[in-house]
């Protein structure tokens, strides 16, 4: 069988240099761009039967002028860079990768959530520079110490990351309680609930976010949600930027509505405009790194291979649309 041209438009975020493409070129005639502009992508994909993009568009005009194209590999979970319905339209499938990151992001909550806990690198910053050598106690703390143990965590989207940041917060010790559109069957935690979105922002200690970008969840915390939440309440993001108003959520930092956020993602990204929560009171951002551990790529890049053999095996997989 002749292996067919494919095409990686933006790899380096998947692979700045620590995996390898050899699985993808065992089956394809591969060629690898670390970037591709908008302007460059149809000449590109030019004559390409397969098409991989992490976040670089694919329009129903691009895909248009791609009458080769049979394939496109989505390299992430979020696939709203492609048109779903040309694609369908134009004979071409499109795959996701849905399962790869779930123990990395979960991760990536708590190391959030434990920063705002314990405030561990400005308290690093302050032994280093000699505040602690020169204290007349046998230590010090620069801000208010937080434990976990006993404290609610509100997850919003019960889901696959959903569920292991439960499982997570369960072995601290936490409380917790759900909201999910469609519930499926609950975890055996003590006191678990599902609960109403209002119910679940008014009774968390933390809250976090771990539903999908639709239409309906869109700007899903804004001024009116947040002031539900306790003024001692942590908001944790690692799903979308955009289910987050970020002027609303600044000023409710900067006024005390709550006590602080741990942020992964931005409505613009990167942020070439800036952000208000930049210089919002007590307000960790991280540039979309909670899927970037070297293990959760190389599940991404197998999975990724995996896709396209089942796609040239005419059974495929993880098809979106």
């Not at 949600?225 to 955009?242: D, E, Q």
Request: glycine share 6%.
């Amino acid at each position: 069988m002749t292996k067919p041209t494919a095409v990686v438009l933006d790899g380096y975020a998947l692979n700045p240099g620590d995996l390898s493409w050899d699985g993808l070129s065992a089956i394809a005639n591969l060629t690898v761009h670390d970037r591709t502009p908008e302007a460059d992508v149809v000449a590109r994909l030019a004559g390409a039967t397969a098409a991989f993009t992490n976040k670089t568009p694919l329009s129903r005009a691009t895909l248009a002028q791609l009458p080769d194209l049979r394939y496109i590999g989505v390299l992430a979970t979020g696939y709203n860079i492609v048109d779903v319905a040309a694609a369908r339209e134009f004979g071409i499938t499109a795959t996701n990768i849905p399962t790869y990151g779930t123990a990395s992001v979960a991760q990536m909550v708590f190391a959030l959530l434990l920063e705002l806990c314990h405030h561990v690198q400005q308290h690093s910053d302050a032994v280093r520079a000699g505040q602690w050598a020169v204290n007349p106690d046998w230590c010090f703390w620069r801000t208010p110490l937080m434990e976990l143990a006993g404290k609610t965590m509100g997850i919003v989207g019960f889901g696959r990351i959903g569920r292991q940041v439960a499982k997570i917060a369960d072995a601290l010790m936490m409380k917790v309680i759900a909201h999910d559109n469609v519930p499926t069957a609950a975890p055996d935690y003590e006191d678990f609930r599902w609960v109403g979105l209002a119910e679940l922002l008014a009774q968390s200690d933390v809250v976090s976010l771990h539903c999908p970008l639709f239409p309906d969840t869109k700007e899903l915390m804004n001024a009116d949600r947040l002031a539900l939440m306790k003024p001692s309440a942590f908001l944790i993001n690692t799903s979308r930027g955009p289910l987050i108003v970020e002027q609303d959520l600044a000023d409710a930092l900067n006024q005390g509505v709550i006590a602080g956020a741990g942020i992964d993602v931005l409505p613009e990204e990167p942020p070439v405009h800036g952000s208000p929560l930049f210089s919002a009171r007590n307000c960790i951002v991280t540039p979309h790194i909670a899927w970037a551990t070297r293990e959760a790529r190389t599940r991404l890049m197998d999975i990724a291979v995996e896709n396209l053999r089942a796609f040239l095996d005419l059974n495929p997989v993880n098809v979106i649309g």
